[in-house]
Every structure is written in structure tokens, then in C-alpha cells.
């Protein structure tokens, strides 16, 4: 990878880069208000879950995918279209959608690429998160290989500061655990480059039940 290639992916896997992904939370809060998460092992055990078996997986698979239909807009619709139905609730389509959406706008505007208009009308008005990275990353010819390991880096790190900042942990925990998480996030990351869509789905289902009961949980700081 050349450094063109390692800069974008630095400036778009970025917690600056403006898609809001600040805001979510990923159940973690309502996972935080109901005791299950309450120290640094615990926050390891919970995002090392989602990565392997929840929606990093599934994300990771559906990056993979879409990097595999070569800016082909029609087939990019498609996978989209699957990849939002996939939502299990409201917060977590909110959560894909909107980011999605935000990432393509932000990446349109300051690093464009040959055919993103025709891929951004094969998109629809909610683009998924990950469909919406692998467009870019295919767009701008970066491999796939390291940007699915960057992806799911930043996905792993969001949550973490999460966690930092709903427990609360200190900032040298939370860099514990993202540390800890560098095996799962590399296995699943190779995993996922030989996946197929059959292989897409979790059995993360009590993060799951989290994003549902968060929708009607009485004080919040997060969008999910």
C-alpha cells in the first residue's frame, strides 16, 4: 500500500472525519445502564463479541462484497439494499444509514473519484456504512485487504470511547482494550476476505436486544 493509499484511509477511518460516529454508542450505553458493562474487562469482552460474531462481522463481509463489484452501480444498489434490510432495529438503521450517508456527502466534496455520481443515485438516499467505505476505497484503488483491517479498527476504536466515556475508564484502559482487541480485529478482518454473503450474520444477539432497549431507555447520551 503507498502512501496515498495509507493517508486516505488514515483521514477517512479518522474520529474527525464528519459522519458522527461520535454519536453512537451501539447499545453500549443500555448495556452500561443495565450492569453488564462495568469496567474495563467487561468492555473488552463486549466489543471482542460484536467484531467476531455481531455487526463487525457482517460490516467486515459486506466491505469485502461490495470492493468485489468493481463500481458496477447496479450491483452496488443491490448489495446496499441488502446490506440497510439487514438492520435489526431502528437505532441500528440510523446508526448505518446515517453515517453511510455522511461518509459518501464528506468524501464527494473533498476526495472525489472517477464514477461516484453514478454510484451515489445506485445507492438511494441510505447508503450503509460499509458499502458506503469500500465504494471510496475501490474508487481511489486501495487494497482491500488493509482497508477492511482499518475499517474494522476504527469501528472497534469508536466503541471503545464509548465505553471510556459511559463508565467511566481512564484513557490508558480504554487503549488497553483497543489493544487487546488487535488479534480479533486481524482474524476476522482475514476471515472475511474469503466470506460470501451467506456468510454475512451474527449471534451477538444480546448487543442486539441492547440497540432495542436503548431506543426507549430514559436518559441518553448516545443516538443508539
Not at 460499509?130 to 479498527?153: C, E, Q, S, T
Amino acid at each position: 500500500m503507498d502512501n496515498a493509499a495509507l493517508y486516505r484511509l488514515m483521514a477517512w477511518l479518522s474520529p474527525s472525519y464528519p459522519v458522527g460516529a461520535f454519536a453512537y454508542s451501539h447499545g453500549i450505553e443500555w448495556a452500561v445502564e443495565d450492569g453488564r458493562i462495568r469496567d474495563e474487562e467487561t468492555l473488552a469482552h463486549w466489543i471482542g463479541g460484536i467484531v467476531h460474531f455481531g455487526a463487525g462481522w457482517s460490516d467486515a463481509v459486506l466491505f469485502s462484497k461490495t470492493y468485489a463489484c468493481d463500481g458496477d452501480a447496479a450491483a452496488l444498489g443491490a448489495l446496499n439494499a441488502f446490506a440497510v434490510a439487514l438492520a435489526p432495529s431502528s437505532e441500528r438503521h440510523l446508526e448505518t444509514a446515517a453515517q453511510g450517508t455522511a461518509f459518501v456527502k464528506a468524501t464527494q466534496d473533498a476526495w472525489p473519484w472517477s464514477g461516484v455520481e453514478d454510484i451515489k443515485a445506485s445507492l438511494g438516499a441510505e447508503i450503509a456504512y460499509p458499502i458506503a467505505v469500500a465504494a471510496a476505497v475501490h474508487g481511489h484503488g486501495i487494497d482491500k485487504a488493509p482497508a477492511i483491517h482499518a475499517y474494522l479498527h476504527g469501528f472497534a476504536a469508536n466503541l471503545v470511547s464509548a465505553g471510556v466515556r459511559l463508565i467511566p475508564l481512564g484513557q490508558s484502559a480504554g487503549q488497553r482494550v483497543l489493544a487487546g482487541l488487535e488479534g480479533i480485529i486481524d482474524e476476522t478482518a482475514g476471515a472475511a476476505l474469503e466470506a460470501t454473503l451467506d456468510d454475512v450474520g451474527g449471534i451477538s444477539v444480546l448487543s442486539d436486544i441492547a440497540a432495542m432497549q436503548h431506543e426507549t431507555q430514559y436518559t441518553r447520551l448516545f443516538r443508539s
